[in-house]
């Protein structure tokens, strides 16, 4: 009862202050210099009381996405279309990667930058391809720095490392503010404007697949990919914790994720874990798979397997 | 509730009793049964199956059980000298090995000097290629000639597992042909060089020596006289 009291204060508090916020708006329109560093006492007022992605109403996340569109505008100068793609139903997403084929040419990290807008030139890269030495699997000894002439070298093979999707995620658990929840179709997603920045998340992931904006992401304006989703690849500003979303932009409306398709080998199997005739189940079938650090009990969504 | 729960228990088990009744019953009249042979005892089969059927000469590969419906790409518009019969119409096949200038591959680097020409292409009709057996298959299903010999590697082709799905995890499954990939007439895959490695972050220097080593964290342990490290 309490609770309900709470909120209904809480939603009038908020239309108040929407309004304040518009009736500010207008006036600073008349105003000849930008304030609010280029955004609309609106959209400042709305982000900063911008709720949870998953207690707001469509109503609120269509505001939100408003705001996500003029804000890179202002910043990229780029219209990006930003959508709130849902899940779909009776889904679960699950990937398989070859390691007999992986050769180490890292295209699946380039056309992963690309497409998810992350910062260019510095480590924010979802993907780390690692080096491993032939007949080990000892990821201490493994080196993702490699930069040879040209790969695959002789002795070693390449352990591509990106989130797992787990379904036992420790990132959600140790999350103090529920900013990172596992969706409905398996992808461990993150609300940008509800992360706090606190890192908690990136000691807790044991595959570090969680990286922290130092800085807002630097791109080039021509090089934004205008495809855009909320619980995705939309322009993350500093500060906050991003990982690998399995392309939620693409992926929920059947197109393979951008590593898959960049990948010149085909080590890379994509697909619904719960449908019995995809590929990625032929592989769960019929080869010979393991997971990354299986003896944590994360059950990550992510197999290794070999031809 | 529970009652209705023992008797649904107890249905199967009666009509297990009633089937069990009505065959013994219909053992019974022995008038109906075939007649008893002269050496005493009844033939075991009513109807003794006929001649073996002629098995004929083996069929083409047919696909695999339970295999998924795939579209492969066309390769045949990829082809830079395709429809290959502009040229052949007028020439005779000559089946001699020997060295074949330009337009064709000068390189055949592929099964160990055993191929030459004409054991994937066909020799009379110059547009499509020919299994081992002799069936003419089109250059857009070049993986029945590939999977004569690579029959692993196409069944995981056709199921999913080796190969490049065209654009969709979801839907109609379109794929790339074997030879989209692989240069038939030289198949292997030459190293290349990668794309770059990750930045440095923001505001870091490089490490001196890139990978695991880095500074003494005892002052015990010791110290490489190059690099001033451990």
Redesign the interface.
């Known amino acids: 009862m309490s609770n309900l009291q709470s909120e209904t204060i809480d939603q009038s508090r908020r239309r108040f202050l929407g309004a304040a916020a518009g009736a500010g708006a207008a006036v600073a329109g008349t105003a000849a210099a930008p304030a609010w560093g280029g955004s609309t006492l609106m959209d400042t007022m709305g982000s900063f009381f911008q709720n949870h992605y998953q207690r707001m109403s469509d109503e609120e996340i269509a505001d939100a996405i408003g705001r996500i569109e003029r804000r890179a505008k202002r910043r990229y100068d780029v219209d990006i279309i930003c959508r709130d793609q849902p899940p779909q139903e009776d889904v679960v997403f699950g990937y398989a990667l070859?390691i007999s084929k992986c050769?180490?040419?890292?295209?699946c990290?380039?056309a992963c930058v690309r497409e998810n807008n992350l910062?260019r030139?510095?480590?924010m890269?979802y993907i780390?391809v690692l080096e491993m030495e032939e007949g080990s699997r000892n990821l201490?000894?493994s080196?993702?720095?490699?930069?040879?002439?040209?790969?695959?070298v002789e002795g070693k093979y390449y352990l591509p490392v990106q989130c797992m999707q787990c379904d036992n995620p420790p990132c959600v658990k140790a999350c103090p503010v529920e900013a990172t929840w596992m969706e409905p179709d398996g992808i461990v997603v993150v609300d940008y404007d509800w992360c706090i920045g606190c890192r908690y998340c990136m000691t807790a992931c044991p595959y570090q697949a969680r990286h922290f904006n130092?800085?807002e992401p630097q791109i080039p304006s021509e090089d934004i990919n205008r495809n855009t989703n909320y619980l995705g690849n939309r322009p993350r500003p500093r500060g906050v914790v991003e990982k690998c979303h399995f392309c939620t932009q693409r992926?929920r409306e059947?197109?393979?994720p951008a590593c898959?398709?960049a990948?010149?080998?085909?080590a890379r199997?994509?697909?619904?874990l719960l449908d019995p005739?995809?590929?990625i189940r032929?592989?769960l079938a019929?080869?010979k798979v393991f997971r990354l650090k299986e003896e944590l009990g994360t059950e990550p969504k992510f197999w290794y397997f070999t031809? | 509730m529970r009652g209705s729960q023992s008797e649904r228990r107890l249905l199967p088990a009666i009509a297990l009793a009633a089937g069990l009744g009505a065959a013994l019953l219909a053992l019974a009249p022995a008038a109906d049964l075939p007649p008893i042979s002269e050496e005493g005892h009844r033939s075991l089969r009513e109807h003794p199956p006929g001649p073996e059927p002629d098995p004929g000469p083996p069929a083409g590969f047919t696909g695999y059980p339970d295999a998924p419906q795939v579209s492969v790409v066309s390769r045949r518009e990829a082809l830079s000298h395709y429809p290959c019969a502009d040229c052949h119409a007028h020439m005779p096949a000559n089946p001699e090995r020997r060295k074949l200038s330009a337009p064709h591959p000068g390189l055949l680097d592929h099964g160990e000097g055993r191929f030459w020409c004409l054991e994937c292409h066909d020799a009379d009709r110059r547009n499509e290629l020919a299994t081992l057996a002799g069936d003419t298959v089109s250059f857009d299903r070049a993986d029945q000639v590939c999977g004569q010999c690579h029959g692993d590697t196409h069944r995981d082709w056709t199921f999913g597992a080796h190969g490049k799905r065209v654009e969709k995890w979801q839907g109609e499954r379109r794929v790339y042909s074997c030879a989209h990939c692989h240069n038939p007439h030289d198949p292997a895959v030459r190293p290349r060089a990668p794309e770059g490695p990750p930045g440095i972050r923001a505001g870091l220097e490089p490490m001196p020596d890139k990978g695991r080593k880095h500074p003494p964290v005892y002052p015990w342990q010791p110290v490489d006289e190059e690099s001033g490290h451990e």
């Open positions: 070859n050769q180490g040419y890292r295209d990290v380039s910062d030139g510095s480590q890269e780390r201490e000894h080196e993702h720095y490699y930069d040879p002439d040209t790969v695959p130092w800085r992926t059947g197109r393979q898959q398709e990948c010149p080998t085909g199997i994509f697909g619904n005739s995809s590929e032929y592989v019929n080869k031809d």
